[in-house]
Each structure stands twice: as C-alpha cells, then as structure tokens.
C-alpha cells in the first residue's frame, strides 16, 4: 500500500471520529498523547540509537538529554504534515519526521520522544508552560509569535488557500469570501488573515482543522481557509473537495522553542540547515508533502525556503 493509500485510510478514520463528535455540537477530541515508542525488540532498537553528542553542563540541550525524553507538540489531523492513526495510536508526517531528526541530533532515540497533541491554541501556551520542549506544528512565524517565543529557522513555505465542495461555483478568490460562512482554525494566523482580505466574512472557529472541514461537508459552513499545503492534504484524499483562489500569503513554518532558549533554537536550526543539504529534507518532503496532488517537486521547495526566521 503506497504512502498516499495509507494516508487516505487514516484521514477517512479520523473524519469518521470528528463526524459523530460534531453530531453531539462539540469540536472532535484526539487522545491527549501519542508515544513515538515502538514494539520493536530492545536489541533492534539499541542497534537504532544514535550516538549521543556532549553539550554544555547547564545548556538546554543537555537538560533534555539528563531528563532522558524529549517532548514534541505535533497536530494530530493534518495529513501529510502531522496525523495520528486511530488504530494504531501512532502520530506520523512531515512535522513528526523532522521531530524525529532533531532528536537523533540531541543523541535520543525514537522512544525518548513523546509526541503531545499541540493544537492552533495551545502551541504557545505548551512551550510557555514547559509542557514541550518544542512545538512542530505547522506553526507560521510572524513578528507577534516572535515576541512570545523563539523559533528555529523556516522549514518550509506554505501560503493560506480556500477549500471548497467540488461543485461550488460561487468561491473563486479570497473577495467572495465575503458575506459567507467560513471556517479556519482557533489562534491560527488564517483567521486574521481571511477577516483582514474579506471583511464581511462570516467566521467559524473550530479547534481541529478536521472539524472545519467536516463542519463544510454537512453544511454549516460554504468554505475552510488556512495554509495550501493542509488543505490540499484534505483534497487529495477526498475527490469530492477542491482548493480553489490560490495563494494569498506566504506563512514559513518555524520550529517553536520557549522564550529565552536561543540555544536551543540555535540548535535546531542547525540540524534544519543540515538537513537542507544533506538530502535528508528531500527524502522527508517527498514522502510526505510531496504526496499531495501538483506540488512541486523537492528541490524546488525546498529553494522557496528562506534561510532566516
């Protein structure tokens, strides 16, 4: 079964869940965490680990290392970038991929790695709170975010679109979104985004991008706005929805650290510029962004990266 194939089993099951939830009037709910720990054999695993690098005594990195686990907030209902199987309890994509590599980088294995759902809301409150180490959640970096955390560098390029139901006609572009009822996510840029481009929206709020987008198939809403490459996640594995109007941003994911932990924003970044150049992002982008339907292929991508935050 391809990637893409398994991605479409897994996303039908998560909307299944967020259909009967948004039955009841609430928003759907993911189990509160998911270990990256497998049921491998303790041999295969210790063959896996990578080899621990020295820090300094004191320095954020060599606090994670002595506390032996490395805590990551992820989405759990975004195809391609971050999405948990319902079976399996397993988180997986683009976000948990290079979550995974910063911690190879700190000298950790796959099981010192505890993944927690970090929705649009809570990703800042999670690292102020010390309930994460870093947040990898398809998370913008824009000035007001900087004042209140620090960030690695750009790991990728998005830019906000418009979903829509295949057969409507009525949404072309971001100005007819006005006077419609529209969806994006809680304490997403994309909800200042579409009011400051369409006025006289009418926005719903959700917690889950998987809520927005089911809250459009029965109905209550005409369109789901946030980043393209999310979106198009939806899309390519459901034929009946569309992205239409194009881009009208450009939102550069960054990796979330707590305020005044530049070391470990220094760090991360380091492996990301690593990651850049050593073939490692284009393995990872391929296998998991560059699954969706007409995106461009690695290398390309990759160039529209900006290399500062």
């Not at 932990?261 to 998991?288: C, E, H, I, P």
Request: one cysteine or more.
């Amino acid at each position: 079964m391809s990637t893409w194939n398994r991605l479409m089993v897994i996303v039908w099951a998560t909307l299944a869940v967020a259909l009967v939830a948004c039955g009841s009037g609430g928003d759907a709910k993911a189990p509160a965490t998911a270990t990256a720990a497998a049921k491998a054999p303790a041999a295969a695993t210790a063959a896996a680990t990578p080899t621990a690098t020295p820090f300094p005594a004191g320095s954020s990195m060599a606090t994670i290392v002595q506390k032996g686990k490395l805590v990551i907030g992820v989405k759990y209902d975004v195809p391609l970038f971050g999405l948990l199987d319902p079976v399996t309890k397993k988180v997986d994509g683009f976000d948990v991929a290079i979550g995974k590599e910063i911690a190879k980088g700190l000298g950790l294995r796959e099981d010192q790695i505890e993944f927690v759902e970090a929705i649009t809301a809570n990703r800042i409150p999670f690292l102020q709170e010390d309930k994460a180490d870093l947040v990898i959640s398809t998370m913008t970096i824009n000035a007001d975010r900087k004042t209140q955390i620090e960030f690695s560098r750009p790991y990728y390029l998005a830019g906000q679109s418009i979903l829509v139901k295949g057969d409507n006609a009525t949404i072309k572009t971001v100005a007819d979104l006005n006077g419609k009822k529209v969806c994006s996510v809680q304490g997403s840029t994309s909800e200042k985004n579409v009011v400051e481009k369409a006025p006289q929206v009418q926005l719903t709020s959700f917690t889950t991008y998987s809520t927005c987008v089911s809250a459009m198939k029965d109905g209550r809403v005409e369109a789901v706005t946030t980043d393209d490459i999310i979106l198009a996640g939806f899309a390519g594995v459901d034929k009946t929805l569309k992205l239409v109007g194009g881009t009208f941003t450009t939102e550069p994911y960054g990796i979330g650290i707590k305020k005044g932990k530049t070391d470990l924003a220094a760090f991360a970044t380091g492996v990301l510029n690593s990651m850049m150049t050593d073939g490692r992002w284009d393995k990872l982008y391929a296998q998991y962004p560059g699954q969706a339907p007409g995106l461009a292929p690695a290398a390309e991508a990759r160039a529209k990266v900006p290399a500062t935050p």
